[in-house]
């Protein structure tokens, strides 16, 4: 199987068939990243008592999209069909 198909395969078997999963995916990715920094990047910056807005995070939404693309590629180059 090449390595496109895998990732096809992947990503098929991580989000389903239809493009709007995999976008879903994406999100459910991204948003995982965004409360992750906000709980212990930004906080630990701001301190424990100020609840941090996404301007206060180092990494922009646009660079947190692209760490959930590669966390989906790396996901899917750990995948192995039945």
Excluded: H, I, S
């Amino acid at each position: 199987m090449g390595v496109l198909a895998g990732l096809e395969a992947a990503v098929e078997e991580l989000c389903g068939t239809d493009p709007p999963a995999w976008a879903r995916c994406l999100n459910r990715l991204e948003a995982v990243a965004t409360r992750a920094a906000a709980a212990f990047e930004a906080r630990q910056r701001l301190g424990e008592d100020r609840q941090p807005n996404l301007l206060d995070l180092a990494r922009t939404p646009a660079q947190r999209r692209a760490d959930a693309v590669v966390e989906m590629a790396r996901r899917a180059g750990k995948y192995q069909p039945r």
